[in-house]
């Protein structure tokens, strides 16, 4: 996990891992925090714009569509997501 996840409550990191496993169909023994979901699970941009999606709708963040090149494995969407709560509470 990369520092930045640490802004994530373990409740939060469960709801992301969730999702991602839920959206790319996958079992949970499957996904790694490094797996790419593009070469290892097979995600097109359709996908990648749903797990978007779901994100900002279950943990109530906002996430620039521009923040989707970072999103590649589970590291990179906590990434992503710690950033957009670290810059809600920051406002």
Not at 11 to 33: C, F, S, Y
Not at 40 to 66: C, M, N, Y
Not at 72 to 91: H, I, M, W
Request: no cysteine.
């Amino acid at each position: 996990m990369t520092s930045t996840a640490s802004v994530l409550t373990a409740e939060q990191d469960g709801v992301l891992r969730a999702i991602v496993i839920e959206v790319l169909e996958l079992e949970p023994e499957e996904l790694t925090d490094t797996s790419s979901f593009i070469d290892d699970h097979d995600a097109d941009s359709l996908l990648a714009i749903e797990i978007l999606a779901r994100i900002e709708k279950d943990l109530g963040v906002t996430i620039p569509q521009d923040d989707l090149t970072e999103m590649t494995n589970l590291d990179g969407v906590r990434a992503v997501v710690s950033r957009s709560l670290k810059e809600t509470r920051d406002v």
